[in-house]
């Protein structure tokens, strides 16, 4: 079943304008290094890229505790699919106290540490530019690590080319990707409560986690960190089948095993950025520079 089956297509004539604009912005900025983590956006980024520059441009997939082993297994198969040049890259977002203190800025020092390795080797490598894949939709939700990206002068060649999530779905499965309707997947410490550490221990706990639900079947999952309690967010489309006495069983089972006192099913349905819910306005201002 696709999570993207509710986005109406996207009209002919202006998506072919904004696939000319993509290849020409792209064009524009020389040898080119994309921010690479095997996820649409930046999987559609990195394939068009090669498309158009072929040997001037090299993805880049940053490989840390936060990454899960399953994502990176698909992002490097991806790149190997479709013969783009792959270089893995360690960052160390996790040695940084910033980080690790998780308030509403996490977010920002992982993207800054990411480019600024990204920097280190473009310098090193003799590329021009650094580029990620940040769309027009992203405008809309609170993303610190856009303000990382500006400070670090990446470009946004989706952004530039006035690319929706859902242009970018249907450009990448015009191409045949196989990652057209790949269910959104954000690092695994957006999935740990502002105010409680990263650790390696609870980004296990929750890659294990969530790993245990997709063997279940569920598609489209999150499971939020709150110390002693396990949220679960799954897919509305899919919560029926979750909404069982033997899944609740299953699920019980699966997260007490993991440390867990209490496991809960979030009756509202997976939804992107819910931890940003507890966040105050003065807090997203601040660190959007806008205060």
């Avoid at 904004?18 to 921010?35: F, P, Q, T």
């Avoid at 698909?74 to 940084?96: C, G, N």
């Avoid at 409680?196 to 790993?211: K, S």
């Amino acid at each position: 079943m696709s999570v993207v089956n509710s986005n109406l297509p996207v009209e002919a004539g202006d998506l072919a304008a904004k696939s000319r604009a993509l290849a020409e912005h792209l064009h524009s900025l020389g040898r080119l290094l994309v921010a690479y983590s095997g996820g649409v956006d930046s999987g559609f980024l990195a394939w068009a890229a090669h498309r158009e520059l072929g040997g001037d441009m090299l993805a880049m997939l940053a490989d840390s505790p936060s990454l899960a082993r399953s994502q990176r297994r698909d992002a490097v198969a991806f790149a190997d699919e479709q013969s783009i040049p792959l270089s893995v890259v360690a960052t160390e977002e996790m040695e940084r106290p910033e980080y690790q203190r998780n308030d509403g800025a996490r977010c920002y020092h992982c993207k800054d540490e990411l480019f600024t390795v990204m920097e280190e080797h473009r310098q090193r490598l003799g590329f021009d530019a650094i580029a990620y894949g940040v769309n027009l939709d992203d405008q809309g939700d609170f993303r610190p690590g856009q303000q990382a990206a500006r400070e670090h002068r990446v470009a946004a060649p989706l952004l530039a080319a006035g690319l929706t999530k859902a242009d970018i779905r249907q450009l990448a499965s015009q191409a045949g990707l196989r990652i057209w309707d790949k269910p959104a997947s954000a690092c695994l410490s957006s999935r740990i409560e502002y105010g409680r550490a990263v650790t390696r221990e609870a980004l296990a706990a929750v890659e294990q986690g969530e790993d245990a639900l997709r063997e279940l079947g569920f598609r489209q999952v999150r499971m939020r960190h709150h110390g002693e309690i396990a949220r679960i967010e799954i897919a509305r489309e899919e919560l029926p089948r979750a909404m069982t006495m033997e899944m609740a069983a299953e699920f019980t089972r699966i997260f007490k095993a993991l440390g867990f006192t209490y496991v809960t099913l979030d009756l509202e349905g997976f939804r992107s950025g819910s931890m940003n819910a507890v966040l105050a306005v003065g807090t997203l201002l601040k660190i959007a520079g806008k205060d």
